[in-house]
């Protein structure tokens, strides 16, 4: 399962905001409102045997605005918690599941403030 393909394709058809990819940011983000994704490491789900049966990643999505009201962030994040969590139909997808969202805060980086989901995507091993 190409989680990263995946996300970004479900992150863009579910908002008309821009998507980035964590690691291609390199300053301040010009177009706000706009949603980045990060996707963490492959962690191995075990079956008694010690055989791996499927595989998980956190997927984290910051939603970004001008600095003021976190209304539009928060509104985004619900919007997406919606599109993403359930099972993943694609070919090889299991499922999607909601972790938690974060604490807002002022990204002085980016000139932006900014709150996350994270989610965990369990899918079938390769």
């Known amino acids: 399962m190409n989680w990263r393909q995946w ?3 479900k992150l863009q058809s579910t908002t008309s905001f821009p998507v980035l990819a964590g690691g291609s940011i390199v300053g ?3 177009d706000l ?8 490491a492959v962690t191995p789900r075990l079956r008694d045997d010690d055989v791996a ?3 998980d990643r956190i997927l984290e999505v910051w939603a970004y605005d001008s600095v003021g009201s976190y209304d539009r962030i928060d509104s985004t994040l619900s919007i997406l ?3 993403l969590v359930g099972p993943v139909e694609e070919a090889g997808g299991v499922c999607c ?5 974060s604490a807002e805060f002022a ?3 980016l000139k932006a403030i900014t709150r996350n989901s994270s989610f965990q995507l369990i899918g079938a091993t390769s």
């Open 81 to 83: 918690r919606v599109a």
């Open 28 to 30: 301040p983000l010009e």
């Open 53 to 55: 049966i499927a595989e």
């Open 107 to 109: 990204d002085e980086g």
């Open 7 to 9: 996300a970004f394709t």
């Open 97 to 101: 599941r909601w972790i938690g969202d």
């Open 33 to 40: 409102p706009a949603i980045v994704y990060r996707i963490q």
